[in-house]
């Protein structure tokens, strides 16, 4: 499979719109700087999320981390804005995408392409450009060979028109630790406050073993080690000088879970730390390293944004009212490019046979398709015409489909939404196939 699209290129459009796609890169001058167009394309990203200007002294660390992750950046140029206006060098657009490993259950975690960095002046709105960077994009990755997409959505309102459906949540949770937190279960293993410089080694490593065993996890870019280790904070290469760093270790003495947390200061009542980033690669782990942090002195509340929906915690708990569920956001939106591979690679909980009739306007994954799944494998097919008569049949839209893969949200539930169109038949083998294991789970945003 071929996923390089490194390669620099240029295209110009009737409107005088000038489209670039190009890797992260260093000033060939002097390579402790980076290049001109990828600082402009920082300009942009951070215009459009409405972020402080980055300093040009932080630029380098982001491009190394940039060109780790593999990422190519599209810039759209407008080279007849008028006079006075900003430095036609900026974008008036942006767009960007990498690969990482999807858990989707089967055999093989599966590459997917991941949409990120997507920007479009209020200047150049209602042009088409959105339009064109992702169906050009989009195409592109199909052709490579690559089964589907995903992104994390800024705005929920935009992306179900390119046949993304969101596809996973996280929950914002709180914990009431007051006098500490008591668990059920006796200890078991080790906890020791991490050395940042060895965590930041660790944190990969800990969060690949996450990734083989958790259905919905994805691959992690190279700033989550950073941030989980205080060298840098959010998507700034600054320093968090409040992160600290917890390592759990298992009866063997290996590392199998880290957790990343900060005081939200003395000004704050309750006193809050707020959990940042949690990665365990057991069950065993995930619970001794929330009993570390129910147990820190002189801490009144936990907080953490990116907790499982259906968290194992609260059962942890002898106490389980000091659970709060705060909130409940979206975090994957998955669109499938290629439904025969995609479905394939799907590990599925249950036996049988549908017919998938998939529309998607931009006919990516626009078809008719048998899925057959014996003992949680799938095989699929195009449907034959005519030939499908006594299979349970089911019409349904491609941003349906993105989100009834990982099976977040049920056929049933699909179906009163309008999204899916089928008989109680098919929906009982939709669930049966697509709902019935385990919840996904998913906490990289990108």
């Avoid at 950073?226 to 409040?242: F, H, K, V, Y």
Wanted: charged fraction near 25%; proline fraction near 5%.
């Amino acid at each position: 499979m071929d996923t390089d699209h490194s390669t620099d290129c240029t295209d110009s459009t009737a409107d005088g719109l000038r489209f670039a796609s190009f890797p992260a890169g260093y000033d060939a001058a002097d390579p402790g700087k980076a290049d001109e167009r990828t600082a402009r394309w920082f300009d942009a990203v951070n215009l459009g999320f409405h972020e402080d200007r980055t300093k040009a002294e932080g630029l380098p660390a982001q491009v190394d981390g940039y060109r780790r992750d593999g990422r190519v950046l599209t810039a759209v140029y407008d080279d007849g804005l008028p006079e006075y206006a900003w430095d036609p060098a900026v974008p008036v657009a942006t767009y960007g995408t990498m690969v990482n490993d999807l858990n989707v259950g089967g055999s093989e975690l599966l590459p997917a392409h991941l949409v990120t960095a997507v920007t479009v002046r209020p200047t150049h709105r209602r042009r088409g450009i959105l339009r064109r960077m992702i169906t050009a994009d989009l195409t592109r990755a199909k052709d490579s060979g690559l089964a589907l997409a995903a992104l994390t959505a800024s705005e929920a309102t935009i992306y179900g028109r390119f046949g993304f459906g969101a596809a996973t949540s996280t929950a914002g949770v709180e914990l009431d630790t007051r006098g500490g937190l008591e668990f059920a279960a006796p200890p078991r293993g080790s906890i020791a406050i991490a050395d940042a410089d060895k965590l930041r080694g660790l944190a990969p490593e800990i969060f690949r073993a996450h990734l083989e065993r958790t259905f919905g996890a994805l691959g992690r870019q190279y700033a989550y080690a950073m941030r989980a280790a205080g060298e840098w904070s959010g998507e700034n290469t600054q320093p968090d000088l409040a992160v600290r760093g917890v390592l759990r270790y298992n009866a063997d003495g290996v590392p199998d879970g880290y957790a990343a947390y900060k005081s939200l200061g003395w000004q704050n009542e309750p006193h809050t730390v707020k959990v940042t980033d949690l990665v365990a690669a057991s069950d065993e782990a995930y619970r001794e390293l929330w009993r570390y942090l129910g147990s820190i002195d002189l801490v009144d509340r936990l907080s953490f944004s990116e907790a499982p929906v259906e968290d194992p915690l609260p059962w942890m708990l002898t106490d389980r009212r000091r659970y709060k569920v705060k909130h409940v956001e979206d975090v994957l939106w998955l669109r499938i490019l290629d439904p025969v591979a995609a479905l394939a690679a799907r590990g599925y909980f249950g036996d049988g046979t549908v017919v998938l009739d998939v529309n998607d306007p931009m006919a990516l994954a626009a078809g008719s398709f048998v899925l057959e799944v014996r003992g949680g494998v799938g095989t699929v097919r195009p449907a034959a015409a005519g030939k499908e008569a006594d299979t349970p049949r089911v019409q349904l839209t491609a941003a349906a489909l993105g989100s009834l893969y990982l099976g977040a949200v049920s056929a049933r539930t699909l179906a009163a939404a309008g999204s899916v169109q089928a008989g109680e038949a098919a929906l009982g083998v939709l669930d049966e196939l697509f709902s019935a294991g385990p919840a996904p789970y998913c906490s990289t945003h990108f």
